[in-house]
């Protein structure tokens, strides 16, 4: 069965950080370009960052960039995405999404809440 799982989000207070989780069953997620977006309550989805399947480029939105790492664990499936410095205004449901010419998955979501 393919699946996209994200994991990881929760309530973290101002400065904290979050490792971010997209577990990947039933294909071969190093394969794909996968996208971590946001969708912060009442606003449209955006791209927070990018990892290629080829040669593992990077691409970050200015709004996380020098606080965000996109990274692979090929063994595990997964993708992360770690966050730090994290600020109230990176509140919203993440999204992870793998896609490769002919096919495009998406996860859940995993909430995050920044707040003191």
């Known amino acids: 069965q393919v699946q996209l799982v994200e994991s990881g989000g929760g309530l973290v207070q101002p400065g904290g950080s979050l490792r971010l989780s997209c577990a990947a069953s039933?294909?071969?997620?190093?394969?794909?370009?996968v996208r971590w977006y946001s969708q912060p309550p009442g606003k449209e989805r955006e791209l927070v960052a990018f990892?290629?399947?080829?040669?593992?480029?990077?691409y970050y939105a200015d709004s996380v960039k020098g606080r965000g790492t996109i990274s692979r664990d090929n063994a595990k499936n997964t993708v992360y995405l770690q966050m730090n410095r994290l600020k109230p205004e990176d509140t919203a449901v993440y999204y992870c999404?793998?896609?490769?010419?002919?096919?495009?998955?998406w996860g859940q979501g995993t909430q995050v809440t920044v707040s003191s």
């Open positions: 999404n793998a896609a490769s010419i002919t096919r495009s998955y």
């Open positions: 039933g294909f071969t997620l190093s394969s794909y370009d």
């Open positions: 990892i290629t399947g080829g040669d593992g480029s990077t």
